[in-house]
């Protein structure tokens, strides 16, 4: 990334971001069945999944988007693609699950800004493309974050 980001003017529509990646174990799917509750045996019966069309255990949807629009976060010396000014998460859309997410399955997130939108009062909504893939480049979770930030102070 190579440099901080203060405000939402510092943005520009098609700025695109990379990640760093993080591999998925199966402690995560264990970890985040017990956290949520769900035990879905095609995510913890070996048996089970291995007769599903998946051929095995795959990690939940939710485990994937979760982890993974997390990623972005890491960038940069302030651990984020996201500016400073930062003020909340505004919302999210058109969420896709496209492939699964197997155990031992290295995973990364494209994020690509498509639109900056000025909401007056010195902030605005700054919206993202997000796409997690695997290692073999194969789209697993597609998704659209917008995010309220702070605008630059008029001098």
Known sequence: MGKDYEYLDDYEVG????SPARTIT????????????????LHTD?????????KG?????????????????????YASFLPRSFIAFYGMESVRFTAPTRIGDTIRCET????I????????????????????NE?????VIKVLCGKKPEN
């Open 112 to 115: 690509e800004v498509v639109d």
């Open 26 to 41: 199966e402690t995560d799917i264990v970890n985040f069945a017990g956290f949520t509750g769900d035990w879905h045996p």
């Open 117 to 136: 939108t000025d909401k007056g009062s010195g902030r605005g909504v700054l919206t993202t493309v997000n796409r997690i893939m695997n290692q073999r």
């Open 46 to 54: 070996v048996e089970y999944a291995a007769k599903t069309p998946f």
């Open 57 to 77: 255990r795959i990690a939940h949807g939710m485990l994937t988007l979760c982890i993974g629009m997390a990623l972005p976060f890491r960038l940069g010396s």
């Open 139 to 143: 789209l697993l979770v597609t998704y």
């Open 15 to 18: 700025m695109k971001f990379l």
